[in-house]
């Protein structure tokens, strides 16, 4: 072995052991905040499974000495007085009877305005999509009034139909934007060929565009249904006893003031509400993330 070599071996471990110690470093410093991300759901599920007496008496982050669901068939249960109900049952499927036609409903009517301008650059094209854009950055307060006006003119202020009809609109600009970006990196030869072959416009969407449209698609139903369920402020303004959303009946059960305070009911109300996108999310997390990369390069 020569010198050269022999001088440069120490220099080679000393660079092994510094990307060592980084990549130790790294992995430790994720871990920590993964750790602190997480304390408030530990702190959620551990309150909801204890009874009111060990959360009095217990510590906050201690494990339950006595695992009890009690809390949990609480927050669930549908027991009414009058117009409001102790659990977050018949809000939950209100919620449920919300979002799926809505995100539906929104991610078909996107697709659409995204291939129509897109590919089909017709007269105005870019100022429509201007004017869509600015809708996304419109506040949900400047909206209220008009919105409430526009739904007792339709006559459905205060039904499901009507919250619906609420997401669809404002969610379009957001759909739309997400197709349009995707479909502008399809290449504009698979119209003209299919112009040739004599297809129509809903032919060439639905026969070209739409089955490529998987990844977008997937992108488009996270981001609407984590919006709609997460909603709060359209819930309690366009709603009535009844059709209020699940959010809407967690805020009334959280600040509710009548007796003692059961902070293992709101603990579980509380995650019974977000179960929805959580599951969301672990399911269709990597897709969420390769749609979003999808189309990033036209070509």
Not at 30 to 58: D, N, Q
Request: some cysteine.
């Amino acid at each position: 072995m020569t010198d050269t070599a022999l001088s440069h071996a120490p220099a080679n471990t000393q660079s092994q052991v510094l990307k060592v110690s980084l990549r130790w470093l790294l992995y430790v410093l994720l871990i920590g905040f993964a750790v602190f991300y997480l304390a408030p759901l530990f702190v959620m599920i551990t309150t909801s499974l204890k009874s009111l007496e060990e959360i009095r008496t217990g510590d906050l982050i201690s494990l339950p000495r006595e695992v009890t669901f009690d809390a949990w068939r609480t927050a669930w249960s549908s027991a009414c007085t009058g117009i409001q109900c102790e659990g977050v049952r018949p809000y939950f499927w209100n919620s449920v009877l919300i979002a799926i036609p809505a995100v539906l409903i929104s991610t078909m009517v996107g697709a659409i305005n995204g291939y129509v301008i897109a590919q089909w650059q017709f007269k105005g094209a870019n100022i429509f999509f201007a004017l869509l854009l600015f809708g996304c950055f419109i506040p949900f307060q400047v909206v209220l009034l008009p919105m409430a006006r526009m739904l007792g003119l339709m006559g459905i202020a205060g039904t499901i139909p009507g919250l619906i009809f609420v997401h669809v609109v404002y969610g379009l600009g957001f759909t739309t934007l997400f197709f349009r970006n995707y479909y502008v990196s399809i290449p504009s030869e698979l119209v003209k060929a299919a112009k040739v072959d004599g297809a129509g416009f809903f032919r060439i969407f639905w026969s070209i565009f739409l089955p490529l449209s998987l990844p977008i698609i997937v992108v488009t139903i996270i981001w609407q249904f984590t919006q709609i369920w997460n909603d709060f402020l359209f819930g309690v303004s366009f709603s009535q006893a009844g059709t209020q959303p699940v959010t809407v009946a967690l805020n009334n059960i959280v600040n509710s003031t009548t007796g003692v305070k059961e902070y293992n009911v709101d603990m579980a109300a509380a995650i019974i509400a977000a179960l929805p996108t959580l599951f969301v999310y672990v399911v269709a997390g990597k897709y969420f993330i390769r749609g979003l990369t999808a189309g990033s390069v036209k070509g």
